[in-house]
């Protein structure tokens, strides 16, 4: 049998097409593994004789019994690379219906019948893998893939600047489910992993304990949420603060929002959030919009102010939301008070507006400023605009 196998495999190589990737180097004429290592050493020190540049190569073997072979899908790609439809025909049988069984010294199991893969030791089998995997190529320019039967190596060519941006976003992603405490003492007892685990049990009233670094990033939104739910959070006396820990590039690119979300905050009709690392999303009036920067565009498509509101009653407004949100109850009082006679002030000034428009007869404007103050808008809907 092997040596009719090995009459297939010599007729499967001289009829295979010469557009099969260049960089599979087993089972092609006048190639081995040494021109597989030495291709992939030229081409690296070639891209390392340019300035600030960086080489990453990953070997992987490709295990056939974890990625098991699909004698249907092989026989397509073997149609499409040109094989006589015969021969497809009986490596198809070949491989569909194998009786196997195990034995040990006298005992052997039931026959189970197999449909998948390749019989290990057979001399088809690794050009038949190396066909079925042949479409695993590079698609990007930065990449090369060498591959020789079953085991590959993949060459990614970086520049100072690319692996700078990697490695920034593989730290992002690594801190995703990190909480930064603040308050506590340091103290080498304090900030151990069964210390921080009774902090957060015993502030936040969890139910089960958690370390700092979370290995769920679930269980990291849930501490953020009860953090924020629950208010100024207090320590064996201190005041402590919990929020993500971002590295510094996240941080500022979340906190360009801040003066957004501060126009947004308070709006039952506004539904928004951040999305990791930083996109503001927003649904307003069945609509959904994400930015990416803090485009002005992105507070102007939910505002639906009053005309009486001025810069200084917003300024007032968002004032008394930092107050509420410190717990300092004495402020809140005094802006209260403030913002009362603030209100009071501008809608006087807008009713002489529309009392000085219907002198000048501009009934179109009375009307509508008319409808704002008794909040009669109809059934008018707002547009969300791109952002320009």
Known sequence: MKCFERLVKSFITSSLPDSLDPLQ?????????????????????????????????????????????????????????????ALCDWILNFLMGRPQAVRMVSTTSSTLTLNTGAPQGCVLSPLLYSLFTHDCVATHSSNTIVIFADDMTDCHWLTDLELSEKNEDIEKRSRRCNVRIMGIAEEPVLSSTV??????????????????????????????????QQGPLRYRGQPIA??????????????????????????????????????????????????????????????????????????LLNKKKMAFRAGDREEQRRVQHELRDMLRTCKDNYRRKLEAKVQQNNVRDVWTGMKHITGDEGERQADIREPG
Request: charged share 25%; net charge positive; with cysteine.
């Open 25 to 85: 180097f087993a089972y092609r004429p006048n190639r081995s593994t040494e021109d597989a290592i030495a291709l992939t050493l030229h081409t690296a020190l070639s891209h390392l004789d340019q300035r600030d540049t960086y080489v990453r190569c990953c070997s992987l073997t490709t295990v056939q019994h974890s990625t098991p072979l699909c004698p249907s899908k092989l026989v397509t790609k073997l149609r499409d690379l040109g094989l006589n439809s």
């Open 195 to 228: 210390s921080v685990s009774k902090l957060l049990k015993e502030v936040l009233q969890l139910e089960k304990v958690i370390i700092a670094k979370l290995h769920y990033y679930k269980d990291c939104v849930d501490v953020l949420r009860r953090a924020r």
């Open 242 to 315: 919990i929020f993500p820990d971002y590295t510094a590039s996240v941080a500022k690119a979340r906190a360009a929002f801040n003066d957004v979300r501060n126009l947004l905050c308070g709006r039952s009709d506004v539904h928004y959030g951040i999305l990791f690392p930083a996109h503001l999303h927003i649904s307003y009036s069945g609509d959904t919009k994400e930015f990416q920067d803090p485009d002005p565009d992105c507070a102007l498509l939910t505002s639906n102010n009053k005309p009486w509101i001025t810069r200084d009653l917003k300024a």
